[in-house]
């Protein structure tokens, strides 16, 4: 159980709902225990002096009785299931804001579906526990215990027969908990899996379609979820006998438990009235541990749950503040420099993605860094954005060492266009905004008109409220890669990262993003990864990659005359794009 150990803070943020679910429990739980008293002192006292007013006064009591069991049970229902909600919601948004915070080592190794499965599925058992079953284990153990009490009180002989099967009952529940949270464990991550995939394919549906692999999806997510099937009937399996165990035990000792009552009424030693509390006692306490059987399945299915998503909330960031963040200098100089870096990623820490680079970027300095695919330019921006810490060496930001400095700091003076733009399911406007949540609707509509989308944004249906569906589909590449630009003006950052923003593109579309670009990158610090030589001609310099070392420096002229990578890349490029153009025109 000690998984969910991990539950108990949540639930005594809420020590109200607490104590109202714990006043309904007992509350049911004492007046289901007073029924079998009013029913000996009627079976004994009032048939017997056959006084029908005593007996229509106990069946009064009865019906009041009940009306009190009824409310507090419905006391107990609200409270508990209403805790339950509370509880899990807060779970979930922990849990998903602690997941935000992780590092990107972290998704390099975990696949999106499954940790959107822990939110989903995983919280919802563990919702159920702390609801519903919370509530029926406390109501059965409170009402066990004392009709155990009771039976005791009512005849000790009897009693010790009855107790006698306990470890019969708890010894299974024990053994079998175990096992079927090791089972239920198992289902859930095969479960995971199969909503990893099917989110996987979904998301790339298109691409699915385009090559005809429907069947081919399907028939993989079929085999997953028969896998998950059969982990979760694993699961059921152990439960059933679990249940099946337990309740055999619990009734056969009530029956064994009767029979004996029954001599002693025969013999004299017991009235009716007695054997009949004794016997409901009996039932009660049976009732009780069999239930909580069923119910020890249900918690230990949850305990599994709660494993793994304790196991989300245990991930430490690799990339955090220190303790004491040295503070970057105001107004930012906006300079950047790799100082002897070196670098691997973590799932790949047997291969160098960088080695030994060396360089500085002044503020205002357009720098353009080139290269063969693999050499390592999307690298430098994740090291600049502190997605990473280097292996070896320093990443330096307006003069600081970024490993001292509050990442949220150092990230706040960085805009950053991608070349693979992310477009949320939201609309034109919340896009933009994306860059900074706190921009007027002038600022955002000013931002537009920067990066050249007004006018595709004034086309559209209700043009900045247009929703743009889930990735952006709704939007051609062009209108994306705007949005991208857009989102980085409004945060108006003095360091700008650009990822080759055009290469994807018409030539019109280019041509309207490369002059917002132009617009983005006017007095700022721009670095811009190239795939495109043309576009990075009046780069102030060029930094040339490959095997992740800078082998060339220096502006397009420069290189070209060296006869080196950059002039074999430019051959490439510009003779090819060349040949390709008087092809077309012959």
Partial sequence: MRPLARLVPYVLRYRGLLAGAALSLVAAALTTLALPIAVRRMIDHGFSDADSALVANYFAMLLVMA???ALASAGRYFFVVT????VVADLRGDVFAHVTRLSASFFDRAQSGEIVSRLAADTTQVKSVVGATASVALRNLILGSGALAMMVITSPKLSALAIAAIPFVVLPLVAFGRSVRRKSRAAQDTLAAANAYAGEQ??????VQAFTNEALAASRFSAAVESAFAAARSSIMARAVLTFVAIFIVFSSVVAVLWMGSRDVLAGDMSPGTLGQFLLYAVFAAGALGALSEVWGEVSQAAGAAERLSELLAETPAIAAPARPVALPTPAPATVEFRHVSFAYPARDDSRALHDVSFSVARGETVAIVGPSGAGKSTLFSLILRAYDPVRGAVLVDGVD???ADPDALRRRIAIVPQDVTVFDATVGENIAFGRLDATDAEIAQAARDANAEE???????????PVGERGVTLSGGQRQRLAIARAILRDAPILLLDEATSALDAESEALVQAALERLMRGRTTLVIAHRLATVLNADRILVLDGGR?????????LVARDGVYARLARLQFET???AFRGAAE
């Fill in 202 to 207: 979904i998301g790339a549906v298109r691409t």
């Fill in 83 to 86: 805790l339950g909600e509370r």
């Fill in 550 to 558: 800078i082998v060339e420096e220096g502006t397009h002229r420069s």
């Fill in 402 to 404: 970024i490993g001292r």
């Fill in 67 to 69: 009306a009190v069991l």
């Fill in 577 to 579: 794009g060349a040949d």
């Fill in 456 to 466: 595709f944004i004034r086309r559209l249906p209700q043009g900045m409220g247009t």
